[in-house]
């Protein structure tokens, strides 16, 4: 178990593609592990690969339903319509409003390298579309514009 630095927005690994994970390896399996680790530290409900640093096709995510650890995710399919706050770990203290499907069904792999479907509504929908951007290099800012703001994290405290 270990925390690892969290990539800042600026730091070019967060524009780049990731690579897709062939094998879960220990070192796979102990940076799950680590992101998940970190994503808690961080008080976040997401976090992908490049954000460590590393790039690779993989993403751990908590809406508050326990951690969930998707390997080379795929968005399947998506509907509807939700404008709302997002925020990322890589540009801390900032939030934006994006418009995201509200309906998101994808498909991942676990760390048994078995193919599962994961479906999502709401936050989930917004944070596996948020997570799965960040493999292909694209932040929530690209999308936010100008609504970027200043977050006021005291009541939170
Ligand atoms: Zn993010």
């Not at 934006?96 to 309906?103: A, F, Q, S």
């Not at 498909?107 to 493999?135: N, Q, V």
Request: with cysteine; hydrophobic share 35%.
């Amino acid at each position: 178990m270990a925390i690892r630095t969290v990539r800042i927005l600026g730091d070019e690994i967060l524009t780049k593609k990731c690579r897709e994970i062939k094998e879960v390896t220990p070192r796979i399996r102990e940076l799950a592990t680590d992101m998940i680790d970190t994503m808690y530290e961080a008080n976040g409900v997401g976090l992908a690969g490049p954000q460590v640093g590393v790039l690779k096709r993989i993403v751990v995510i908590d809406v508050g339903e326990g951690p969930m650890v998707l390997i080379n995710p795929v968005i399947i399919s998506s509907d509807g319509e939700q404008i709302g706050e997002e925020g990322c770990l890589s540009y801390p203290g900032k939030s934006g409003t994006v418009k995201r499907p509200n309906h998101v069904i994808a498909k991942a792999y676990d760390l048994d390298m078995k193919e599962y479907t994961i479906e999502g509504e709401g936050l989930l929908a917004r944070c596996i579309c948020h997570e799965l951007d960040h493999l292909d290099g694209h932040m929530y800012v690209e999308l936010a514009g100008d609504t970027i703001h200043d977050v006021n994290y005291e009541t939170e405290e």
